[in-house]
């Protein structure tokens, strides 16, 4: 309306991506923010993904999403797990998130549970989920995997190779109930 003009270009681009190419442009972005990877809308990735800067998801990620910046744009599909400093969601995730700060646009769908120390949630975005705040969301995120492998090669060195919370016949342990396996709580 005053003197520039919409591109199709600018309008499929969120704004957070929008302000973090503004910082870089004027060379305000921290070290580890200097690097963009980014996953086109016509790419599927399954598998985790580790980056050590700013990851921009257009695309589909099946899988767990680990970066000091996460944004998953309009139209992307996250499902798994996302530990980072920074989330912007504006598309659909299910799975948990660990960050410092949680943003979701008003198109960000997301299923799942967020531990945060900020979050911010706009008008018309749909969660379904808990959210906690926590100091250091993604050190927690980090000894909270470190713990699970831990059970799983504690169980494989007993000559069991089930993860933590499944019994040696195969069945879910109840919570709560050590040891007890659904049919034996059903009998």
């Known amino acids: 309306m005053f003197g520039k003009s919409k591109t199709a270009n600018d309008s499929r681009v969120p704004a957070s991506v929008q302000q973090f190419e503004r910082l870089a442009a004027a060379g305000l972005t921290t070290e ?3 690097v963009l990877s980014s996953i ?9 993904i580790t980056g050590t800067g700013t990851i921009r998801v257009a695309g589909r990620v099946e899988g767990e999403l680990r970066a000091a910046t996460v944004l998953i744009s309009d139209g992307a599909e996250v499902e798994g797990d996302v530990v980072a400093e920074d989330v912007t969601i504006g598309g659909r995730l299910k799975g948990t998130i660990h960050a410092d700060r949680v943003r979701l646009n008003g198109s960000a769908v997301v299923q799942g549970d967020i531990f945060h120390r900020s979050l911010a949630i706009e008008e018309n975005a749909r969660f379904e989920g808990s959210s906690r705040r926590e100091d250091k969301p993604a050190e927690a995120a980090s000894r909270l995997q470190a713990s699970r492998a831990q059970a799983v090669v504690v169980a494989q060195s007993s000559g069991v190779a089930q993860p933590a919370g499944v019994a040696p016949d195969g069945s879910r342990k109840l919570n709560g109930a050590p040891g007890e396996s659904p049919a034996a709580a059903a009998g």
């Open 32 to 34: 580890s923010a200097d």
């Open 40 to 48: 086109g809308a016509d790419v599927t990735i399954v598998g985790k």
